[in-house]
C-alpha cells in the first residue's frame, strides 16, 4: 500500500481561528473554556462552554454565500482554506477528480436545526428558511469543501459521534493507501453550541459545572467545546512529486466497537483500537511517545481510558506522555479528533507536548504522566490519537515524525 503524508492543516477552535492559533494556545496551556453565551433560556444549568468567541462569519463570506451556511460548514472551509494554503496545493481539472473529501460530524447544522424548531414550534410560523435542507443535512460540510475548491473525487461524510473526526481521517488514509485517489481534504467538525444540544447534554448528568480536568482528582465532567480540523492527506509520492513540505507521516487508523454497552466505555474496546492502528502502521507500543487521551473529564471514560493504554503498553505506559487538550478546547464532539490532531502533530514538529491543565493532583485510577498543567519537551517519534464515542465505536490514528 502507498503511504501517506500531511502537507496542511487548518483549524478553528476556542484557541483559535486556526491551527496556527490553536497550537499556541496548546502550548501556553490557555483556557478557551469560559461563561456561555448567546443562549438565552431560564432552564438551562449549563454556565460554560468552550466557544469560538472570535469567530466572525462575515469576516470569512460574503452575505450570499452566507445563506448557504450553518456554522458548521462555516468552520469546515475556513480550516480547509488554511489547510490548503499550507499544503501549496493547487488543483488542475485532472487532481481535481483525484482528490477526497471527506469530513466527519456528530450532529451537522445543529444551529439551523433549533432555528426551524423555534419557529415551527415557539413561534408558531410556519415557514422555514427555504435553504435549511441544504444547510442542516450532515454532508454540507464536505459538500461545500467540494464547491469551494472544484474536488471530484469521493466525497461524503461520517458520522459517529465523538469519534467522526478519527473515522473520516481513517477512511481517507484507506482511499489514499488503496490508490482511489491521491490526495484527500480530511478531517471532522461541529458547532454544537445550541439550545436543543446543550439541553440534551444537560439530561445526561456528565457535564462539568467548573471547568474541564481530565485525568484529575476532583474531575467534575465534560465542557462542551466547537469547531474543527480539515486536513491535506497525500500520497508521500505525490506530494514528493511537487515538492510539498511535509508536516508527518499518517501510518495508521484503528477501529473497533465495543459491542456492550450505548454509553459506558469499554477497555478493551479502547485497547483493541490502539493496536490495530500500530498493527496498520508496522509499530511496536514499545515506538510509542506521546498520547493524545479522548480524556473527557468524566468519572467514566477518564479511569477507563487508563487502563485500555496500561493494557495495551504495559511497564512501557509509564514511559508515554498522554495529555488531553480537551482541557482547554473543550470537547467539540465530531470535531473534536480533528482539533486534537493539530495537537499531534504539533507534538511531532517541535517535540512539545501540550499540557492537560486544570489539574488539581492525581487520581489513582489515572495513574500515567499527564502533562499535568505545563507543556512537556521531549522527543516525539510516534504518536496516537484517541477518540471513543457513545455507541461504543473507537477510532484511533497513528502518526510518525517525518525526517
Same mark, same amino acid.
Given at each position: 500500500m502507498r503511504r501517506v503524508v500531511i502537507t496542511g492543516m487548518g483549524c478553528v477552535s476556542a484557541l483559535g481561528n486556526s491551527a496556527v492559533a490553536t497550537w499556541a494556545g496548546m502550548l501556553e496551556g490557555r483556557a478557551g473554556i469560559g461563561p456561555l453565551t448567546g443562549l438565552d433560556d431560564p432552564t438551562l444549568r449549563t454556565t460554560i462552554a468552550a466557544q469560538a468567541r472570535h469567530f466572525v462569519a462575515s469576516e470569512h463570506f460574503d452575505d450570499k454565500r452566507l445563506v448557504l451556511l450553518d456554522p458548521v460548514s462555516q468552520y469546515a472551509l475556513?480550516? $480547509?482554506?488554511?489547510?490548503?494554503? !499550507?499544503?501549496?496545493?493547487?488543483?488542475?481539472?485532472?487532481? *481535481?477528480?483525484? #482528490?477526497?473529501?471527506?469530513?466527519?460530524?456528530?450532529?451537522?447544522?445543529?444551529?439551523?436545526?433549533? %432555528?426551524?424548531?423555534?419557529?415551527? =414550534? /415557539?413561534?408558531?410560523?410556519?415557514?422555514?428558511?427555504?435553504?435549511?435542507?441544504?444547510?442542516?443535512?450532515?454532508?454540507?460540510?464536505?459538500?461545500?469543501? @467540494?464547491?469551494?475548491?472544484?474536488?471530484?473525487?469521493?466525497?461524503?461524510?461520517?458520522? @459517529? *459521534?465523538? /469519534? @467522526?473526526?478519527?473515522? /473520516?481521517?481513517? %477512511?481517507?488514509?484507506?482511499?489514499?493507501?488503496?490508490?482511489?485517489?491521491?490526495?484527500?481534504?480530511?478531517? +471532522?467538525?461541529? /458547532?454544537?453550541?445550541?439550545? +436543543?444540544?446543550?439541553?440534551?447534554?444537560?439530561?445526561?448528568?456528565?457535564?462539568?459545572?467548573d471547568t474541564c480536568r481530565p485525568f484529575s482528582q476532583g474531575r467534575r465532567g465534560l465542557v462542551l467545546g466547537e469547531g474543527g480540523g480539515v486536513f491535506v492527506l497525500e500520497t508521500l509520492e505525490h506530494a514528493q512529486a511537487r515538492g510539498a513540505h511535509i508536516l508527518a507521516e499518517?501510518?495508521?487508523? +484503528?477501529? @473497533?466497537?465495543?459491542?456492550?454497552?450505548?454509553?459506558?466505555?469499554?477497555?478493551? &474496546?479502547?485497547?483493541?483500537?490502539?493496536?490495530?492502528?500500530?498493527? !496498520?502502521? +508496522?509499530?511496536?507500543?514499545?515506538?510509542?511517545? =506521546?498520547?493524545?487521551?479522548?480524556? #473527557?473529564?468524566? %468519572?467514566?471514560?477518564?479511569?477507563?481510558?487508563?487502563?485500555?493504554?496500561?493494557?495495551?503498553? &504495559?511497564?512501557?505506559?509509564?514511559?508515554? $506522555?498522554?495529555?488531553?487538550?480537551?482541557?482547554?478546547?473543550?470537547?467539540?464532539?465530531?470535531? &473534536?479528533?480533528?482539533?486534537?490532531?493539530?495537537a499531534v502533530i504539533g507534538a511531532l514538529c517541535e517535540g512539545l507536548v501540550p499540557p492537560t491543565i486544570n489539574y488539581l493532583g492525581p487520581d489513582p485510577e489515572c495513574d500515567l504522566n499527564v502533562v499535568p498543567n505545563t507543556a512537556q519537551q521531549r522527543p516525539v517519534r510516534v504518536a496516537l490519537s484517541n477518540s471513543f464515542a457513545f455507541g461504543g465505536l473507537n477510532a484511533v490514528l497513528a502518526l510518525k515524525r517525518w525526517n
Open positions: 475556513v480550516a $480547509a482554506r488554511e489547510a490548503v494554503a !499550507q499544503a501549496g496545493i493547487r488543483f488542475s481539472a485532472e487532481a *481535481a477528480e483525484r #482528490t477526497a473529501v471527506i469530513i466527519g460530524t456528530g450532529i451537522g447544522g445543529a444551529s439551523t436545526q433549533d %432555528q426551524m424548531a423555534r419557529r415551527l =414550534y /415557539a413561534e408558531g410560523n410556519p415557514r422555514v428558511h427555504p435553504m435549511a435542507i441544504v444547510r442542516v443535512m450532515p454532508n454540507a460540510p464536505a459538500s461545500q469543501i @467540494s464547491l469551494e475548491f472544484g474536488l471530484r473525487g469521493p466525497v461524503f461524510a461520517v458520522a @459517529s *459521534a465523538c /469519534a @467522526s473526526s478519527n473515522h /473520516a481521517l481513517g %477512511q481517507a488514509l484507506m482511499l489514499l493507501q488503496s490508490g482511489n485517489a491521491d490526495v484527500a481534504l480530511a478531517g +471532522g467538525v461541529e /458547532a454544537c453550541i445550541t439550545l +436543543g444540544t446543550v439541553k440534551a447534554w444537560e439530561a445526561m448528568r456528565v457535564m462539568a459545572d499518517f501510518v495508521g487508523a +484503528g477501529m @473497533s466497537a465495543d459491542a456492550a454497552d450505548i454509553v459506558m466505555p469499554d477497555a478493551s &474496546g479502547a485497547a483493541r483500537a490502539m493496536r490495530s492502528a500500530l498493527l !496498520q502502521g +508496522g509499530l511496536a507500543p514499545e515506538d510509542v511517545d =506521546y498520547i493524545n487521551a479522548h480524556g #473527557t473529564g468524566t %468519572q467514566a471514560n477518564d479511569p477507563t481510558e487508563t487502563r485500555a493504554i496500561r493494557a495495551l503498553f &504495559g511497564a512501557h505506559a509509564n514511559q508515554l $506522555a498522554v495529555s488531553s487538550t480537551k482541557s482547554m478546547h473543550g470537547h467539540a464532539l465530531g470535531g &473534536g479528533g480533528a482539533i486534537e490532531l493539530v
